[in-house]
């Protein structure tokens, strides 16, 4: 801290300190640190076993095609029991159940990596706005109550009938179901970043509200946006199950988890791990992001 001399009224001088405000830069928590947070969940136990569950779902989606095209149909070899060339047995049409799971297990993972990101963005940018604006904070909340007051199910039976069952029904109900989670997240972290002590020196030096926003606001707020979005994976691709599940989602013959489940009900005595394949893979998915949300959330929770 530097020193001013003054002098008294009776000659002698006196060592005045200045108060000057904090600088923003050395009071505001640094970005890089909330990567390392999201490096060191991913060594923790639960992280590293989410992670690693996560990648090979992700490489047997990825590899599949060097089987097989998934569509091959062999009217003589329709529910064979399983063996070394057919894991899972045979459909209905003589198609493979193993590389048909994994076909589904392509499909539900590109509606995760396309729908739960948009809703990501949609939501944080509507929140942020809604933080900025009085008014359009509460008309947003409204709106987000108005969404939270219909099961994610229904909103998407609504929208699959309106729009037809479909890839884009599904995409627009994992949007419109998530983007209250993600709203009120960003909202609530703006406004409690506005009351940190980087955020008010920063507006006392008259650094640009903009600027104050992108800079230090942002980059400190990502941190339960992070940890909800691997949850709202798990919401999406149950989402995507259930709606496949009564014939709204993903249509024959492209599969999907949902759709093969819907399938192997009806023939769940002719081919009992026609159901048994899909349901592993859904709840193999469906661990592997719920360790990681919970590695994240312990990371940010004792670095916080």
């Not at 409204?142 to 884009?168: H, K, N």
């Amino acid at each position: 801290m530097s020193t001013t001399a003054d002098t008294a009224s009776d000659g002698t001088a006196t060592t005045v300190p200045d108060t000057a405000p904090p600088s923003p830069a050395a009071a505001a928590p640094r970005p890089a640190e909330g990567w390392r947070r999201y490096l060191h969940a991913a060594r923790r136990p639960r992280g590293a076993v989410g992670l690693s569950l996560l990648g090979l779902l992700v490489l047997a989606a990825l590899l599949v095609p060097v089987l097989s095209d998934g569509y091959d149909q062999q009217s003589a070899t329709t529910f064979v029991s399983p063996s070394w060339s057919h894991p899972f047995g045979t459909d209905e049409l003589g198609r493979d159940i193993f590389v048909r799971t994994l076909y589904g297990l392509r499909s539900d993972l590109v509606l995760l990596f396309v729908g739960v990101p948009v809703a990501a963005v949609v939501g944080t940018l509507l929140g942020i706005a809604g933080g900025l604006s009085r008014w359009l904070g509460m008309f947003l909340q409204r709106v987000f109550d108005v969404i939270l007051g219909f099961p994610g199910l229904v909103l998407g039976i609504v929208i699959a009938l309106i729009l037809q069952p479909g890839v884009s029904a599904l995409l627009l109900t994992i949007v419109i179901v998530l983007l209250p989670g993600y709203g009120r997240l960003a909202r609530a972290a703006l406004l409690t970043q506005e009351q940190r002590e980087y955020v008010l020196a920063a507006r006392v030096l008259g650094v640009p509200r903009w600027r104050v926003l992108l800079r230090h606001i942002l980059p400190n707020a990502l941190d339960p946006i992070i940890v909800h979005t691997a949850i709202a994976m798990v919401v999406a691709v149950f989402l995507e199950t259930g709606l496949s599940l009564v014939g709204l989602g993903i249509q024959p013959p492209q599969p999907s988890l949902g759709t093969l489940l819907n399938t192997g009900v009806r023939f769940l005595s002719l081919a009992p791990l026609y159901v048994l394949g899909p349901t592993v893979i859904l709840l193999l998915l469906a661990l592997a992001f719920s360790l990681l949300s919970d590695a994240l959330n312990e990371a940010v929770t004792r670095t916080s």
